[in-house]
């Protein structure tokens, strides 16, 4: 059974920083895809970032330049360092896994975390 949990979000001022991390079980994330996807009240699932098993990544361009995604393979975990935070970065963050998933289409995931809460303040 595929778990996903992240850890890792709270409350920050506008131009901090926050590690996001996503343990990963049942799953091995150095073979799969893995993600971070934020969501706000109202609206959809956002893809932030990716990185697959050749650990190429993609991101958003709200957030090129500002969050990194890494893996270490031998713990199993995915990690989203997330730099010069803005107000508008809140969300729940969320964790995702999946062989063939795309960053721009959430219905292409089909293991996800319970999500992290991060919270920018001005």
């Known amino acids: 059974q595929v778990q996903l949990v992240e850890s890792g979000g709270g409350s920050v001022q506008a131009g901090g920083s926050l590690r996001l991390s996503c343990a990963v079980s049942g799953y091995t994330a150095s073979s799969a895809r893995m993600s971070w996807f934020r969501q706000t009240p109202g609206k959809e699932r956002e893809g932030v970032a990716t990185?697959?098993?050749?650990?190429?990544?993609t991101y958003a361009d709200s957030v090129k330049g500002r969050f990194t995604i890494s893996k270490d393979n031998s713990k199993n975990i995915v990690y989203l360092l997330m730099n010069s935070l803005k107000p508008e970065d809140t969300a729940m963050y969320y964790c995702a896994a999946d062989k063939f998933g795309r960053l721009r289409y959430s219905n292409t995931w089909a293991n996800w975390g319970q999500g992290t809460q991060v919270t920018v303040s001005s």
């Open positions: 990185i697959d098993n050749y650990d190429f990544t």
